[in-house]
């Protein structure tokens, strides 16, 4: 996705100096991190709710939350751990309020999976060009890994989906989720394993399972 923030180009000594300008009382500094970081969040947390309004609203929460804690943070390279950190925590809350509205009200949801205007990830991954005669089929897999997804850990998935769709570094995910960067490596593996074998199990070729290489 063009908007997206590829590891390849992005500089964490920008964000870095935001915070710092953020942290002297530059509002600026603030309103530069909105324009940034908004329309990744909201394709983070997209992905998972599914519904643009409540998306917004998180996106809105986090940005507030890394204003109000912008003291926490320490500038050594690792804003998007700390911006993402956030944003998952609030989306683990959310969840376990969805969970509980959904059991007082005894109904079972399970959020619908379609075109949400994001370009096929798979395209996007080093070695993983497709030919225009395989566009539908990318777009099949792509949706299909997302379904499949929802079914992995919460710490699989998330790892996956920062790591392959929001462009974070193993460490800023490691960051992010709080954990060791051998926990973090080895949850990339197992999610890219089980992608890779349900792939395998459903007849797509070596073309499609090639993202789910070694790390």
Known sequence: MAEQLASTDYSPF???????RLQEGDARAFAEIVAVWQAPLLRFFYRSTRDAAISEDLVQETLLRLYRTAWDY???GLFRGFLF???????????RRQVSDLLVRSVRHRPGFGDDGDSSWLSELPG???TAESTAEDHEVDLLVRRLLQDFPEEQRVTFTLYHYDSLTLPEIADATNSGLSTTKSRLRLAREKLREQLTARGFGEGYRE???SI
Do not use: K, V, W, Y
């Open 14 to 20: 920008e964000d870095d100096q935001r915070m710092i």
């Open 74 to 76: 320490l500038p050594q």
């Open 85 to 95: 950190r956030i944003a998952r925590n609030l989306l683990i809350d959310h969840c």
């Open 128 to 130: 993983s060009a497709r």
């Open 211 to 213: 993202p789910f290489g």
